[in-house]
């Protein structure tokens, strides 16, 4: 990835730029999510999948398999929160691309049943776009493959808008 950037002449790649430049190809949200978790490593450890992203939007997925399983045969509670962090992460980080950034200073899960099988983090995040610090609570849904929630990641992240 970072041999592509660099033929590009992309210094500091912007995610919404990446995204763009990847997503309209076959696998291209494969090779951005790659991308992603090169940039965060410990988001690598689920191997999610960005299928969706826009301002203020992002949808990812997780599957199911034994590395983020826990000991009930399910998906493991901190696997569920890694998924809903990197939800809101997106959906805030593509939003203040190029306009300022984003650190999440809290980070809460309500679980509400056990979670088997592909997960879909869904984020619509509404965002501030006056220029300043600002905090923003913003919620990631994440559904089973039947389309149940299994759990809601809300986070609040600090954003400091330049422009």
Not at 19 to 30: A, D, E, K, Q
Not at 111 to 124: L, S, V
Request: aromatic content about 6%.
């Amino acid at each position: 990835m970072e041999a592509v950037l660099r033929r590009l002449n992309v210094q500091r790649p912007s995610i919404a730029a990446v995204w763009h430049m990847l997503s309209r190809f076959p696998g291209g949200n494969v090779l951005f999510s790659k991308f992603i978790g090169r940039m965060a490593p410990y988001t690598a450890t689920i191997d999610c999948r960005v299928e969706a992203l826009d301002f203020g939007h992002a949808i990812v997925t997780l599957r199911d398999r034994p590395a983020v399983r826990n000991h009930l045969s399910s998906l493991h509670a901190i696997a569920l929160m890694n998924l809903g962090e990197v939800a809101t992460g997106l959906a805030v980080l593509y939003a203040v691309d190029g306009r300022g950034r984003g650190i999440v200073s809290s980070l809460k899960m309500d679980y509400e049943k056990k979670a088997r099988g592909t997960i879909t983090a869904t984020c619509d995040a509404v965002l501030p776009n006056t220029p300043g610090k600002h905090d923003a609570t913003v919620e990631a849904v994440l559904r089973n493959e039947e389309g149940h929630v299994v759990a809601r990641a809300t986070a609040i992240w600090a954003i400091q808008l330049e422009r």
